[in-house]
């Protein structure tokens, strides 16, 4: 989250999983608050405000080629990938089954803003409740998501909780493997997360400069 902050923060040691963030010493106003698995659903407490802005950062798969290893993207799109329900006709996203909504979308010239300082991939980034595993799977999801460029498993709930805030949303993930079959022998988890180390440091003037734009107009 993107407010104010006391520090600084001790490193945590490792090892990391997928969808970790990096660790270390924090400056500025910035609050890290550990991210909800899927949506957010109450009741819960909110860390205290006022805040402009909630990040979801960390490491993820990504769908190769348009995204490889050790690449970032940052979301134009955060979308449950996975909730709703199995038809004998195939897979109904929650909203088709007349429930709630599936996706986030992001301030745009904040998009536009963290791509051009970053060199971040734009795509939608898919939060799922079960990381892919296979080719079929990884194909099913490019089928149903055609501008899928990554997946994690927190971005959606991040995203539910800072709807309920009235606050915008940022996901940004280094990749650290492909999606589709696990090879662990494959993952790149430290040069991942080096790579998102890096990106946040291009990415504090842009949230800087952005927080005094009027978010209506964003």
Known sequence: MYGPVSGPYEPVSGPYEPGSAPHGPVSGPYEPVSAPH?????????????????????????????????????????????????????????????????????????????????????????????????????????AAHPRAAAEAMEGFGVAEAADRAGVPVLELRAVSNAVGPRDRDAWRIGDALAALTGAFGKLVPVLEGWTHHDRDHA
């Not at 690449?71 to 996975?82: N, Q, T």
């Not at 109904?92 to 803003?113: A, C, E, N």
């Open 38 to 142: 899927g949506p957010a659903s109450g009741p819960y407490e909110p860390v205290s405000g006022p805040y402009d802005l909630v990040v979801s950062a960390g490491i993820g798969g990504g769908f190769v080629p348009a995204a490889p290893v050790g690449s970032l993207v940052v979301a134009s799109g955060i979308v449950a990938a996975d909730l709703g329900a199995e038809t004998p006709e195939g897979f109904v996203p929650v909203t088709g089954l007349g429930f709630g909504r599936d996706r986030h979308v992001p301030p745009r010239s904040l998009v536009r803003d963290v791509t051009a300082a970053t060199g971040a991939l734009p795509g939608e980034i898919l939060t799922v409740s079960t990381v892919t595993g296979s080719a079929e799977r990884a194909a099913a999801l490019l």
